[in-house]
């Protein structure tokens, strides 16, 4: 199926559908599984860095050409005294879970209904195998939602921006080429809308060491109304597929 097809394809299904440390979660009759990772991001004014939660969802299609979403929510408290002490809380059950000495059966993290502002990114993408092994990643569409949960003084008139990487090696790891230029600024970006990423994109493999990879890197600013007096914070939320 031409690429342009298998794009246009999988996102109607992301609309239709749209609605670390690893658990899974009850799958339905189209998936295979959900598998579902804790970490941490960072939030910072400046001179001040809070570490906050990340939840990331990974749901496979029983299809082998099916698109696999991924999703990836940070939580972001509203920085009154008992959010910040419930941030805490799940800060910690995250480290636990990170240093391996938590038990097995711990289940999932449970988040609180308030207090919060929570950003989810969602990645639809496509994988394809190389000789059978190798897994190469396409991404398709990506896009990033807010919810405030808080009645603190919270100013939503400031958007993110963002910029999507498909970076990685193509054809045999071993001697492939490297493809290093699909990389994308989308400047600032609308909350609950789609973007896609340019067609012509080939799958690559992605590369061990740091820096971007598949995936999409957003600048998220908090700011609060001048008349609270809290500060403003910056959330650079990295949402890689891999």
Known sequence: MDKRIKK???????IGMFCGVSTNVLADATTIGVDQTYSLATITN?????????????IRPRSV??????????????????????????????????SGIAPRDMGIINFPDNNFITF?????????????????YDIISFRLDREIHTMAPYDSVHNATAQA?????????????????????FGEIQYGTT?????????V??????????????????????????????????????
């Open 165 to 185: 990487n498909q970076i990685g090696t193509i054809g045999d790891p071993a001697d492939g080429g490297k493809l290093m230029e699909q990389s994308k600024e």
């Open 8 to 14: 246009l394809v999988a996102c109607i299904a992301m």
């Open 195 to 203: 973007y896609t990423t340019p067609s012509e994109w080939l799958p």
């Open 65 to 98: 050409d099916g698109a696999v979403t991924s999703k990836s929510t940070v939580w972001i408290p509203d920085m009154t005294e008992e959010s910040l002490e419930q941030n805490k809380n799940l800060v910690g059950q995250i480290k636990q879970r990170m």
């Open 46 to 58: 400046g001179t001040e860095t809070i570490e906050v939660p990340v939840v990331q969802e990974t």
């Open 120 to 136: 989810t990114s969602t990645i639809v993408y496509n994988v394809q195998y190389y000789n059978n092994t190798f897994r190469m």
């Open 205 to 242: 493999w992605p590369p061990d060491y740091g820096g971007p990879r598949v995936g999409v890197v957003y600048n998220i600013p908090i700011d609060y109304s001048a008349q609270s007096g809290l500060s403003d914070y910056t959330l650079r939320q990295l949402h890689e597929v891999v």
